[in-house]
Structure formats: structure tokens, C-alpha cells
Nanobody, 115 residues
Framework: QVQLVESGGGLVQPGGSLRLSCAASESRFRLYAMAWYRQAPGKQRELVATITSGGSTNLADSVKGRFTISRDNAKNTVYLQMNSLKPEDTAVYYC?????????WGQGTQVTVSS
């Protein structure tokens, strides 16, 4: 079973940038469509961005023009580059397959956007 470990979160001021990483434990990860999700306090988890095994991407309207999803199959890693961050981007960010699998939810990485 593939394990996914998210990293790269932190505290950043509005307008700042962060790059999140999601490292997979096995190379078969490259066969999967992957996604980033986030969950803000008191809210349901929401889809942020998806990327197919071939590299086609899609972004939620709320992050279009600010976030970019990418993958490096040689490193078994998916990235989320987040620019022009806003306080409403504050959440725990998770990666998982797309569609998500209950077996792959990890601990996530906290992103806090605050001055």
C-alpha cells in the first residue's frame, strides 16, 4: 500500500508563497491521478487541485491563477506551489489519489496565512 507524506506547510503573511510536497512510498504512485485537498477549521474538506498520471491539471476556481500543481514521477512526489496566499487559504492540506481513497489520507500539513 502506497503511503503519502505531506510537508512544506507553515505560517506565511498574506501575499506570500509556500510550496507543499507529497512524497509517495512506492513508484506505482506514477500510475495514479493525484490531488491536493484542504480542510479549514469548521469546514468540510475540499478539492484544491488535481493532476493526472500524464500531467494534465485542474484547479478549483478559488485558487486559479495563484496555485500550481505538478508532479515529479522520478521522485514519486506531487507539489502544490501556492502564491499570493490569502487568509482564507488557511487550512490543513492533504494529498491523496483522485478520486480519493480512504486508505491514503495522511496527517496533512498546516498552512496558516496571517499577518
Amino acid at each position: 500500500q502506497v503511503q503519502l507524506v505531506e510537508s512544506g506547510g507553515g505560517l506565511v503573511q498574506p501575499g506570500g508563497s509556500l510550496r507543499l510536497s507529497c512524497a509517495a512510498s512506492e513508484s506505482r504512485f506514477r500510475l495514479y491521478a493525484m490531488a491536493w485537498y484542504r480542510q479549514a477549521p469548521g469546514k468540510q474538506r475540499e478539492l484544491v487541485a488535481t493532476i493526472t498520471s500524464g500531467g494534465s491539471t485542474n484547479l478549483a476556481d478559488s485558487v486559479k491563477g495563484r496555485f500550481t500543481i505538478s508532479r515529479d514521477n522520478a521522485k514519486n512526489t506531487v507539489y502544490l506551489q501556492m502564491n499570493s496566499l490569502k487568509p482564507e487559504d488557511t487550512a490543513v492540506y492533504y494529498c491523496n489519489r483522485w478520486p480519493p481513497s480512504e486508505y491514503y489520507w495522511g496527517q496533512g500539513t498546516q498552512v496558516t496565512v496571517s499577518s
